[in-house]
């Protein structure tokens, strides 16, 4: 069923998306059919169309069916009245998604179990929706509305240890609160959302090649995943096609990104265990993939390669080079697992269930490591990847499977990069036209996905009829993945979080946008 | 209260004053070489000691006289055991005060001292790290007062200097089965008590794993600098407690300068081969898990109780 309302010209779906526009009180409805058909819920999006509010749900197909696997719920709604009912009871992210919807658009979820705030903090004045047209200037921050819900627990022995927003280490702001008895873990709430900068609101209204410096900065470890999946979204919105060439460059410059975080990554969590040497020699690899990343794009961090229409490197990185840092990787990740201490405190810590993985929605090597198979590379290729999926050899959900699930993909990436680099001899691209945006006619939309290094994200643009972007909604892994680490956490002691806590590495900026 | 002592006790806690953070210094820029990295030099504690006393003092509200006495005191009780114990002469200042258990009892003083200024503090934090800290002490205690017993059983004694005496006439023994235990019974007492890997991580910034770091956590400035200062020194005194007990060789047994000297350099020596071999393991080591340190230092115990059994069974 695909409905095109010409009164509605933002609807206009892009290739390979059905879309429907459905009534408020249809909305289970749809959503239970499409959960219950193997679909998942990549991204819920309020918009303002001016003179009417309009909620968009984002369903996704995670097999192999190409014509069917992306659909669209278009919700118009009352601009005076705008509630939705809630899908919470269906999907746990929905209702995330519906909370985040609410605080930025004042669009309610009827009976939502969990209505409290989730993006504003209790100072920002009650009533004010930032993403709305006419919200203006953020306003002063006024008293708190009301003190921020914690959960109590309460007993014999239990004390709660309050932890950040400001840490030790030079780390993203986030606060937790532990619920504690001994040392052992009863209940910990991660209060997050200290570093809103507005970036959905920052899009609206530029030009789509002004916007590219956006997409770059919104998590800083994933330019590549951002600007990927952005430019697929205006690809998708546009109906441009992309040479072959360009998008094996683009897959290039993703494979390195998730080579040079992974690595930091594994250097990290020997570090947290104190087991030091293995973090120096990870950073000393970190900064030869870094080195590499600036002669390949131009930029340490890989920014600058990946523009709507194509990619542009400098150079190719060499297979060879690369396979040596391989075994230099694989080095470090025997040394560290042959470690009986540092195992000991990897095996069996933190365990997150395949069926906590699932229910929650994650993501990414999260929820590889709980034996799920998701992994946008496979499930939403923009390109054949030249190699088959990765089969992990751990993936009890703990720690360990965590560390060798980055381990094992860094390898694959790798092989996935000499491959890459084979079909394209020596091709560089060349620098993208301007792509021609129309303007006068109706605007488009399009849905980018792209699996990032920590896991499949979504961006979903809407133009204007002058061809600049109208609505732009950012979905980092990271937000799927969030509610996962207090469910692993439980019966953990605390001097084990800080090693948790890296095994996820959620991004704190790419979660509150 | 002899001569020879009377020397002893003012350049064994001058040395030790001078020396503790130069000998911090020496271990991290090992560990740093060792990982292939470049290091701060070996004088950077004593830099940082520097920085931390030129700046304001500092406390939180609410925090009572516990909180500003305990760095005081952890010096204070160090610089004590500085002076009476055979570090440099074989003779002490203070005969009396010369005695294991005194001093191992002046030591856990500055321990509990800065375990109830972390409690003083009132965060949660400081509460944490004392209680920590306090299930490490109250497992070590045990441990180092039998392996004490052990080494005093063949002398009749448990007076520092006539432990040492004993064991520079005849350093022999310290190879029977007893001494060894001891040895490494006390060896994995510093370990904890000094708070080194596997049982803490002084090099961390991750609150929350922390023990020792996390009940000093509130401290700034002046008072920072001597809790870093006390923390320096006891490392020092724990590793020159070890090297004399089983490794006197060197130290002055008269009055000269000559002799003084060479009991300067033998105790320096000493305790930076130890602290370089220190550092050095901690190379190859990881944190444990904290619920395993328990069972690190019950191993120790048995270690010391087996030590006590054959000084009385065999030797």
């Known amino acids: 069923?695909?409905?095109?309302?010409?009164?509605?010209?933002?609807?206009?779906?892009?290739?390979?998306?059905?879309?429907?526009?459905?009534?408020?009180?249809?909305?289970?409805?749809?959503?239970?059919?499409?959960?219950?058909?193997?679909?998942?819920?990549?991204?819920?999006?309020?918009?303002?169309?001016?003179?009417?509010?309009?909620?968009?749900?984002?369903?996704?197909?995670?097999?192999?069916?190409?014509?069917?696997?992306?659909?669209?719920?278009?919700?118009?709604?009352?601009?005076?009245?705008?509630?939705?009912?809630?899908?919470?009871?269906?999907?746990?992210?929905?209702?995330?998604?519906?909370?985040?919807?609410?605080?930025?658009?004042?669009?309610?979820?009827?009976?939502?179990?969990?209505?409290?705030?989730l993006v504003r903090h209790f100072h920002w004045p009650r009533g004010w929706y930032p993403m709305l047209a006419e919200a203006g200037d953020p306003p002063a921050f006024g008293d708190l509305d009301e003190p921020y819900p914690f959960r109590t627990v309460e007993g014999p022995g239990v004390y709660e240890i309050p932890v950040g927003p400001v840490h030790a280490g030079m780390i993203e702001p986030g606060h937790f609160r532990f619920s504690v008895v001994g040392e052992t873990i009863l209940n910990l709430k991660a209060r997050l959302w200290f570093v809103h900068r507005g970036i959905e609101k920052l899009f609206q209204g530029r030009r789509v090649v002004e916007a590219l410096e956006l997409t770059e900065r919104v998590s800083g470890d994933t330019a590549v995943g951002?600007?990927?999946?952005?430019?697929?979204?205006?690809?998708?919105?546009?109906?441009?096609?992309?040479?072959?060439?360009?998008?094996?460059?683009?897959?290039?410059?993703?494979?390195?990104?998730?080579?040079?975080?992974?690595?930091?990554?594994?250097?990290?969590?020997?570090?947290?265990?104190?087991?030091?040497?293995?973090?120096?020699?990870?950073?000393?690899?970190?900064?030869?993939?870094?080195?590499?990343?600036?002669?390949?794009?131009?930029?340490?961090?890989?920014?600058?390669?990946?523009?709507?229409?194509?990619?542009?490197?400098?150079?190719?990185?060499?297979?060879?080079?690369?396979?040596?840092?391989?075994?230099?990787?694989?080095?470090?990740?025997?040394?560290?697992?042959?470690?009986?201490?540092?195992?000991?405190?990897?095996?069996?810590?933190?365990?997150?269930?395949?069926?906590?993985?699932?229910?929650?929605?994650?993501?990414?090597?999260?929820?590889?490591?709980?034996?799920?198979?998701?992994?946008?590379?496979?499930?939403?290729?923009?390109?054949?990847?030249?190699?088959?999926?990765?089969?992990?050899?751990?993936?009890?959900?703990?720690?360990?499977?965590?560390?060798?699930?980055?381990?094992?993909?860094?390898?694959?990436?790798?092989?996935?990069?000499?491959?890459?680099?084979?079909?394209?001899?020596?091709?560089?691209?060349?620098?993208?036209?301007?792509?021609?945006?129309?303007?006068?006619?109706?605007?488009?939309?399009?849905?980018?996905?792209?699996?990032?290094?920590?896991?499949?994200?979504?961006?979903?643009?809407?133009?204007?009829?002058?061809?600049?972007?109208?609505?732009?909604?950012?979905?980092?892994?990271?937000?799927?993945?969030?509610?996962?680490?207090?469910?692993?956490?439980?019966?953990?002691?605390?001097?084990?979080?800080?090693?948790?806590?890296?095994?996820?590495?959620?991004?704190?900026?790419?979660?509150?946008? | 209260m002899t001569p020879l002592g009377l020397v002893g006790g003012v350049v064994q806690p001058l040395l030790i004053l001078a020396g503790s953070p130069l000998l911090l210094g020496v271990m991290r820029q090992i560990r740093a070489r060792l990982e292939g990295r470049r290091g701060a030099g070996i004088g950077q504690p004593w830099r940082d000691l520097r920085k931390l006393m030129r700046k304001q003092r500092i406390t939180p509200r609410g925090t009572t006289e516990v909180f500003r006495v305990a760095p005081v005191l952890l010096v204070a009780t160090t610089l004590v055991v500085a002076v009476v114990a055979p570090f440099v002469t074989i003779t002490s200042a203070v005969g009396p005060v010369a005695d294991l258990f005194a001093v191992v009892a002046l030591l856990a003083l500055g321990t509990v001292a800065v375990a109830l200024a972390g409690l003083d503090t009132g965060t949660a934090f400081g509460g944490m790290g004392a209680s920590r800290e306090t299930t490490i002490l109250a497992l070590v205690e045990p441990t180092l007062l039998v392996a004490i017993f052990a080494l005093s059983v063949r002398v009749g004694s448990t007076n520092l200097p006539a432990i040492v005496s004993a064991t520079l006439e005849d350093p022999g023994q310290v190879l029977s089965s007893a001494s060894l235990l001891a040895a490494v019974a006390l060896m994995i007492v510093i370990v904890a008590e000094t708070g080194r890997l596997p049982v803490d991580n002084p090099a961390t910034h991750l609150e929350l794993t922390m023990v020792h770091e996390a009940m000093v956590l509130e401290y700034a400035g002046p008072d920072l600098a001597l809790i870093e200062l006390g923390s320096a020194m006891r490392l020092s005194v724990y590793l020159g407690l070890l090297a004399n007990l089983f490794f006197p060789i060197g130290i002055a047994t008269e009055l000269s300068v000559l002799g003084i000297l060479g009991g300067v350099v033998a105790f320096a020596v000493k305790v930076t081969v130890l602290g370089a071999a220190l550092a050095t393991t901690e190379v190859f080591l990881a944190k444990l898990r904290l619920f395993r340190v328990p069972e690190l230092l019950a191993g120790s115990f048995l270690l010391a109780l087996l030590a006590a059994g054959a000084s009385y069974f065999l030797g």
């Open chain 1, 226 to 513: 951002h600007t990927l999946a952005f430019c697929l979204a205006i690809e998708d919105a546009l109906g441009l096609d992309v040479p072959r060439a360009a998008g094996q460059r683009r897959a290039v410059a993703c494979e390195l990104e998730r080579l040079y975080n992974h690595i930091t990554d594994l250097g990290a969590l020997c570090n947290d265990v104190a087991h030091s040497i293995l973090n120096s020699q990870a950073q000393r690899i970190r900064e030869q993939l870094l080195r590499l990343n600036e002669q390949v794009t131009g930029h340490r961090l890989l920014r600058g390669a990946i523009r709507p229409g194509g990619a542009v490197l400098r150079v190719l990185p060499d297979p060879s080079l690369l396979r040596t840092i391989a075994e230099d990787i694989a080095e470090v990740v025997a040394l560290a697992l042959e470690h009986s201490v540092v195992r000991e405190r990897f095996a069996g810590t933190a365990i997150l269930t395949r069926q906590q993985a699932t229910d929650i929605g994650t993501l990414g090597y999260v929820a590889r490591a709980s034996g799920l198979r998701i992994d946008a590379r496979y499930d939403h290729p923009f390109l054949s990847t030249p190699i088959p999926r990765p089969e992990h050899s751990h993936t009890g959900g703990d720690v360990l499977a965590r560390f060798c699930v980055r381990a094992e993909e860094i390898a694959h990436s790798v092989e996935v990069i000499a491959g890459l680099v084979a079909e394209l001899d020596g091709d560089l691209g060349s620098a993208p036209p301007t792509p021609a945006v129309p303007s006068g006619g109706p605007g488009s939309s399009g849905v980018g996905i792209v699996e990032g290094w920590r896991g499949t994200i979504t961006h979903r643009i809407e133009l204007d009829a002058g061809g600049r972007l109208s609505r732009v909604k950012i979905v980092d892994p990271s937000f799927f993945n969030w509610p996962a680490l207090p469910v692993a956490l439980a019966d953990t002691i605390v001097p084990d979080f800080p090693l948790v806590n890296k095994s996820f590495n959620l991004s704190y900026a790419g979660n509150d946008l």
């Open chain 1, 1 to 117: 069923m695909t409905l095109h309302d010409p009164a509605r010209p933002a609807a206009a779906a892009g290739r390979s998306r059905t879309t429907r526009i459905i009534a408020p009180d249809e909305l289970p409805r749809h959503a239970q059919a499409l959960l219950g058909g193997g679909y998942r819920i990549a991204l819920v999006a309020g918009h303002d169309d001016g003179d009417a509010l309009r909620a968009v749900y984002l369903f996704t197909a995670t097999g192999e069916r190409d014509a069917e696997s992306r659909v669209e719920l278009h919700v118009p709604l009352d601009p005076g009245h705008p509630h939705v009912p809630s899908l919470a009871a269906l999907s746990f992210p929905a209702g995330r998604f519906e909370r985040e919807m609410r605080d930025l658009f004042g669009i309610v979820p009827d009976n939502h179990p969990l209505p409290q705030r």
